[in-house]
């Protein structure tokens, strides 16, 4: 094996494993998120801004927060 197929190996290993941990992020997000957790306490306990993290809810079905002012918890 060469040094390039050593390094494509090493490097699609290490690519699945963060496939999988970002699936693991984003189950564990849309969990907190359906508990009520508000978008940006996420995202401040995650690696992901608050858009993103918004994102991620929007393609899980969570709806957005109504507008005005959000009680403080």
């Known amino acids: 094996m060469t ?5 494509t190996a090493r490097y699609l290993k290490a ?3 963060l496939d ?7 189950e564990e997000i849309v969990v907190e998120l359906r ?10 306990r ?3 801004s608050p ?6 809810a929007r393609e899980h ?9 959000k009680p403080k918890g």
């Not at 040094?3 to 390094?7: F, K, Q, T, V, Y």
């Not at 999988?20 to 984003?26: D, G, H, S």
């Not at 079905?61 to 002012?69: L, Q």
């Open 46 to 48: 995650s690696p992901y």
């Open 15 to 17: 690519k699945a494993e």
């Open 35 to 44: 508990r009520g957790t508000p978008p940006t306490d996420v995202a401040e």
């Open 3 to 7: 040094g390039l197929d050593r390094a």
């Open 51 to 56: 858009a993103y993290v918004r994102r991620i």
């Open 61 to 69: 079905g969570i709806a957005p927060a109504p507008p005005g002012p």
């Open 20 to 26: 999988a941990a970002t699936a693991v992020v984003a």
